[in-house]
């Protein structure tokens, strides 16, 4: 375990939502947070219109792959936050948990990913503050 802050993706397929979050959190918060995302139900693959809404952002997810939800990724994260999986995440005592409600891109073009990724890097700079001064090496 690291003494960085540690976060953790979870949707029912890690195929959209979390794995945005997730590429978000690693290329905003410039290694100074623990990253991971997982799901419940994890797809064959990342969402297509999701890859392509992040290349616009310039952040590469096409080598990503949708992961499979385990007790030691939540056990090992400091804060989870769910996305539409409901009673399919564990809870554990001592974790900080959120749930971020978001439309889900499954089966959705490129135009109404958009706004999805907007709002989800809104969410991951606010949560990036929120853990900035456990991510700031101390003097």
Request: with cysteine; charged share 25%; proline share 6%.
């Amino acid at each position: 375990m690291s003494d960085k802050p540690s976060v953790l993706f979870v949707c029912i397929h890690n195929a959209g939502r979390s794995q945005m979050a997730a590429a978000y959190l690693q290329h905003l918060g410039g290694g100074r947070i623990e990253v991971r995302s997982a799901g419940s139900a994890p797809a064959d693959q990342v969402n297509a219109a999701a890859v392509a809404a992040m290349l616009e952002e310039g952040i590469d997810m096409s080598a990503e792959s949708p992961k499979i939800l385990t007790d030691d990724a939540v056990q090992d994260s400091d804060v989870v936050i769910t996305m539409g999986c409901g009673d399919t995440c564990k809870f554990y005592p001592g974790k900080r948990y959120e749930d971020w409600v978001l439309d889900d891109p499954a089966g959705q073009g490129i135009d109404s990913v958009r706004p999805i990724r907007d709002e989800i890097r809104r969410r991951v700079e606010t949560l990036i503050a929120e853990l900035e001064p456990a991510a700031l090496p101390s003097s």
